[in-house]
């Protein structure tokens, strides 16, 4: 091994390869027949349960527990995936710890709540290993319509309404869909190529075309598609980074978090990913955690994080924080990036600490940094878009935006949190809209 | 540490926890193990005639309901009676007593219906010094199609007359133990006090089919694609077994009959209420083929526990405690009054009370926004089965209204008197149709 981690610089190969596929193996190896069993036996199955109420996409959870339970796995997987077809990621990376899991009467019980998001993962993955699709298609109904963006919420639009009959065309920039969950989720959390089998699994369904490297704005406009198609879905998130804003920001190793995400999860080996020695990842939200853990893993010395405000105010959930943690990252709160220094590359980044107000206290903080990732948020880019309400498109509660016959969802609409799940649910009742409005 | 010393029928033993004549009790090996783990007796597995033993199916003996995390509620087994040689078995008997002295050993017994069949047995086992015989008149599968175990138990005047056999021919205790798959338990215990018996003991297993298998549609435990009805145990049965002894200790005519209690003794608390409910002693057998011979260390510990708590210095004075408060339904206080009350500091909203009661009783729940949950006293008919259904211990009880308090379900005043269905107002079928 020619590199270890002392090595200075961006350099590839720091471990050996047996770290690596420790490291980059599944967060949460599947459950066995035997523990599902176990852990489905757990559920009280409460009515009005506050896990459904909890769960952005409406699952009936308890009753696809049940399901479970009963030896009906692939039952248990089409009463998930009838409420959000992208359930087997949503499994993967909801933080449930926040949502159905938070709620459940077993965590104001006894702290242990049950294992919805492994739950919904055995059941998902059973069926979706035997490469069964629940769902058909209603007879055509000869309306046509566009969807921007193979993420989440594109892809549960155009499931929906490939469902319900009508042919779907759906327009991506990059050259594989999945969106984020193709290339914005930390690799240990949807390894073995999950994010396109369950794309391929989803599009099973017929009725849906792909067109990759169809960039709206670049390749194809929102009135090209209003005058071709019946009806158009916006669901391209958000493609911009937010920028650091201080002296030093385009310094050689200064680089966005969602590319280094990217790069790990398009690298068909995770060792050829080069990595810092000293790594300040900025940010508080997952894909923060999700780049400094990563950095962490391939094998950086010193990976810091650093937030401006508490750790309460994070995006990314306890969980998240503490996961960061046990993997080795400092977690550094309070702290705004006042300046990247270096010649040419950058070897250090200061930051103001602040209080709770943001205002500076006057004491500063320097860390020795080869690479640094801006995780601070991202921005929706293009023009000649719907009407916007503050930075995203602005949607009413059935997804509709300014412009007639143009619905949008997920990340890059106003509302809601920027989760998969969210954008799922979002696409999903769109799609409900589109069809009812298409067919009135 | 109380004193737990049994004194049954004469036979003493260092505790009231005997293990039932079955499988742990079949040989010399078990038993000794079961000593040494702290068991007060064994019936030891039912010896059959001088002659071939008999065969035992080569194929699943038992079958299984489970409850929540595969935890074994209810077994079922097809097995007969010893496949061991007679006398292989009694030479184990004889040492085993020989060397546990302190300990109970009972002998089961089950020959055919013929008083020369008993009058060969009994004095083979009165050789080896064992403290009693308990008759098997209650196996409810194979045996009983060859005229024996359950088809005995099922006949009263077949249990009067084997009984009236072994006081004849055998010297020392003599146990009948009874099939609950009849119709009034009275009878058979009633024959077999008739014939003399020291005892009974109940119950054997129920007749019962644990599962079918959907994919060959063979009943299970299976045989070659074909199940029968085997017998069933274990901590399922112990209501059925609990109301059958409870029948005969309070029954006139029967009072005073010792009762070895079994079914679905699984802790230190099961076999208290059998006691109190009228058995001298209890018998386990399926808690011990789940958990191992360990259990009975709970068992101890749990029963001299209690006696503490309560003063008690032996265990006679637990049994029959409960006797009198068993009574018939024609006899239940109608003026006592109670409602469900919710702790809501216990609650954790899961809300099945709610839809236990909503669905499929009073209405008597009420569910907010927020999801609290609180009981309406005006719907409320006290039935339990929210507490019944709720996963919480202790989160809702009963609790009884003061007499002189208005139930807001009835508007009628709490009356402190007792007064029955032949006598409360509202009945207006005071009297049974004749």
Redesign the interface.
């Known amino acids: 091994m020619s590199q270890n981690a002392f090595t200075p610089g961006i350099v590839a190969g720091r471990l050996d390869a047996a770290d690596y596929n420790t490291g980059f193996s599944d967060l949460h190896p599947a459950l066995d027949p035997h523990e599902a069993?176990?852990a489905a036996?757990?559920c009280?199955?409460?009515?009005?349960?506050?896990c459904i109420t909890a769960c952005p996409t409406d699952i009936d959870i308890p009753l696809f527990i049940r399901q479970i339970a009963t030896g009906t796995p692939d039952a248990a997987a089409k009463t998930i995936l009838s409420q959000n077809i992208m359930g087997g990621m949503c499994a993967r990376v909801c933080p449930t710890e926040q949502l159905c899991e938070e709620a459940c009467?077993?965590e104001?019980?006894e702290g242990k709540p049950v294992l919805i998001g492994q739950l919904q993962r055995y059941a998902t993955d059973h069926l979706q290993a035997q490469g069964v699709h629940p769902f058909s298609r209603a007879a055509v109904t000869g309306k046509t319509v566009a969807v921007v963006g193979a993420g989440p919420a594109g892809l549960s639009c155009a499931h929906r309404l490939a469902m319900h009959g009508h042919d779907v065309v759906v327009f991506d920039a990059r050259s594989r869909p999945g969106g984020l969950n193709e290339y914005g989720i930390a690799t240990y959390k949807t390894v073995d190529g999950y994010a396109q089998s369950e794309v391929d699994w989803l599009l099973q369904i017929g009725g849906i075309e792909i067109r990759s490297g169809q960039a709206l704005g670049r390749d194809i406009t929102l009135e090209q598609l209003r005058a071709e198609y019946d009806a158009v879905f916006l669901g391209m998130g958000l493609g911009g980074v937010n920028a650091l804003g201080v002296d030093g920001d385009d310094r050689d190793g200064v680089l966005d978090a969602v590319d280094f995400i990217a790069d790990l999860r398009q690298a068909g080996d995770v060792a050829s990913v080069p990595v810092g020695r000293d790594v300040v990842v900025i940010g508080g939200g997952m894909t923060a955690v999700d780049a400094a853990v990563q950095a962490r893993l391939l094998g950086a010395l010193n990976v810091t994080l650093v937030y401006r405000r508490g750790r309460d105010r994070m995006n990314a959930s306890v969980f998240e924080q503490d996961l960061a943690a046990s993997k080795g990252v400092r977690i550094v709160t309070h702290a705004v990036p006042k300046a990247v220094h270096g010649n040419g590359a950058v070897r250090e980044i200061e930051f103001d600490y602040v209080d709770d107000a943001m205002a500076p206290t006057g004491e500063t903080l320097r860390l020795a940094a080869d690479q640094v990732f801006r995780a601070i948020g991202q921005t929706l880019q293009g023009d000649a878009l719907p009407a916007l309400d503050g930075r995203k498109i602005g949607v009413d509660a059935r997804g509709r935006t300014s412009v007639d016959g143009v619905w949008a969802g997920g990340d890059c609409a106003a509302g809601g949190d920027d989760l998969t799940v969210t954008a799922v649910a979002e696409g999903r009742d769109a799609a409900m809209d589109i069809h009812a409005t298409l067919m009135a | 540490m109380a004193d737990l010393t049994s004194d049954f029928i004469g036979i003493r033993s260092p505790n009231p926890f005997w293990l039932a004549s079955a499988p742990p009790t079949d040989k010399e090996y078990n038993v000794r193990r079961a000593f040494e783990a702290g068991w007060g007796g064994v019936v030891w597995k039912t010896l059959g005639s001088e002659g071939p033993p008999v065969v035992n199916v080569n194929g699943p003996r038992y079958g299984a309901i489970y409850g929540?995390?595969?935890r074994l509620l209810g077994l079922n087994n097809i097995e007969l009676i010893t496949d061991r040689d007679l006398y292989t078995n009694l030479e184990e008997i004889t040492r085993v007593k020989a060397d546990y002295p302190d300990r109970a050993v009972i002998v089961s017994l089950m020959v055919p219906c013929e008083e020369g069949a008993w009058k060969a047995i009994l004095p083979l086992v009165e050789e080896t010094g064992a403290d009693g015989i308990e008759l098997n008149f209650g196996c409810p599968h194979g045996m009983s199609e060859r005229g024996m175990g359950a088809a005995v138990g099922q006949v009263p005047e077949y249990i009067e007359m084997v009984t009236r056999w072994c006081k004849q021919y055998y010297s020392k205790p003599v146990i009948v133990k009874l099939t609950p798959n009849i119709t009034d338990i009275r009878k058979p215990a009633a024959a077999a006090h008739a014939g003399g018996a020291d005892a009974v003991s109940l119950i054997n297993t129920i007749n019962s089919i644990t599962s079918v298998n959907l994919d060959t549609m063979s009943p299970e435990p299976s045989i070659d694609g074909k199940g029968s009805h085997g017998g069933y145990c274990g901590p399922a049965v112990k209501p059925i077994a609990m109301s059958m002894v409870s029948e005969i200790a309070r029954d006139p005519g029967l009072r005073g009959l010792p009762i070895s209690g079994i079914g679905g003794v699984t802790t230190w608390r099961d076999a208290a209420e059998f006691m109190a409910l009228g058995a001298g002693n209890v018998q386990v057998c399926t808690a011990a083929m789940t958990y191992g011979f360990k259990i009975v260390q709970e068992m101890i510990s749990g029963l001299s526990d209690y006696m503490d708590s309560k003063g008690m210095t032996s265990i006679d004075e637990i049994v029959g405690r409960a006797v009198p408060n068993v009574t018939d339904w024609q006899y239940l206080n109608l003026n006592y009054v109670a409602k469900a009350k919710i702790d809501q500091d216990l609650c954790?909203?899961?809300?099945?009370c709610?839809?236990a009661c909503e669905d499929t009783s009073h209405q008597a729940i009420a569910?907010s926004d927020d999801?609290t949950f609180t009981v309406i006293d005006e719907e409320c008919v006290a039935c339990n089965l929210c507490v019944n259904v709720c996963?919480?211990e202790d989160c809702i009880t009963m609790e009884a209204m003061t007499p002189g308090a208005v139930d807001p379900r009835t508007g009628r005043t709490v009356e402190a008197d007792y007064a029955n269905w032949t006598t409360h107002p509202n009945n207006p079928a005071s009297n049974a149709a004749e």
């Open positions: 069993l176990v036996d757990r009280y199955f409460c009515h009005d349960a506050p009467v077993r104001a019980a | 929540a995390d595969r954790i909203s899961c809300g099945r709610f839809a569910m999801r996963p919480v």
